[in-house]
T-cell receptor, first 112, second 115 residues
Framework: GENVEQHPSTLSVQEGDSAVIKCTYS??????FPWYKQELGKGPQLIID?????GEKKDQRIAVTLNKTAKHFSLHITETQPEDSAVYFC???????????FGQGTELSVKP | DTGVSQDPRHKITKRGQNVTFRCDPI?????LYWYRQTLGQGPEFLTY????????KSRLLSDRFSAERPKGSFSTLEIQRTEQGDSAMYLC?????????????FGPGTRLLVL
């Protein structure tokens, strides 16, 4: 969609707890929703993505859920570890070409 | 390691100078994107290529910016007469467009500081 809102902007959890980051998008035609993890001084790394034909996708400790009716999708990280600490971005494709529209980012801090 | 490489990784220049950045995409990826990221923000789209054709440019891309992908492989992004406001991380991403689906993989970025 042309607008992607992400919250919270910062999230602090204890090691072993779960973390949830939520995003909403504006364009109902959007059909692909990637999540990127960015560590300090590095480029964004794709960690999981979901397409609109499914409602949930899981990869080990990471899962993404999609609610197309409400136009929101969420990233769930279970059993958090200190190495999960980073900035996480959600994104959705613009309907005008292939560019991605990114959320504002969530800085996740996992305390040992 | 996603396979997208960028050079240089860091660039410090004085205001008014020209700079050029290079991006080498993952082999056989037909789409190449340039984004700009400032501190505390998500990446913002600048321009993209499908093969050698530049298909879209953002209004963020002033006439001081030019990008090329002459042979449909690597790409260059040039900024002329740099300004302090150009200081940012410049990210390149590549993808292969197939069956109306694509996944973008990012490089490590080039961090530009304009003094």
């Amino acid at each position: 969609g042309e607008n992607v809102e992400q919250h919270p902007s910062t999230l602090s959890v204890q090691e072993g707890d779960s973390a949830v980051i939520k995003c909403t998008y504006s364009d109902s035609a959007s059909n692909y929703f990637p999540w990127y993890k960015q560590e300090l001084g590095k480029g964004p790394q794709l960690i999981i993505d979901i397409r609109s034909n499914v409602g949930e996708k899981k990869d080990q400790r990471i899962a993404v859920t999609l609610n197309k009716t409400a136009k929101h999708f969420s990233l769930h990280i279970t059993e958090t570890q200190p190495e999960d600490s980073a900035v996480y971005f959600c994104a959705a494709p613009s309907t005008k070409g292939g560019k991605l529209i990114f959320g504002q980012g969530t800085e996740l801090s996992v305390k040992p | 390691d996603t396979g997208v490489s960028q050079d240089p990784r860091h660039k410090i220049t004085k205001r008014g100078q020209n700079v050029t950045f290079r991006c080498d995409p993952i082999s056989e990826h037909n789409r190449l994107y340039w984004y700009r990221q400032t501190l505390g923000q998500g990446p913002e789209f600048l321009t993209y290529f499908q093969n050698e054709a530049q298909l879209e440019k953002s209004r963020l891309l002033s006439d001081r910016f030019s990008a090329e992908r002459p042979k449909g492989s690597f790409s260059t992004l040039e900024i002329q007469r740099t300004e302090q406001g150009d200081s940012a991380m410049y990210l390149c991403a590549s993808s292969v467009m197939g069956l109306n689906q694509e996944t973008q993989y990012f490089g490590p970025g080039t961090r530009l500081l304009v003094l």
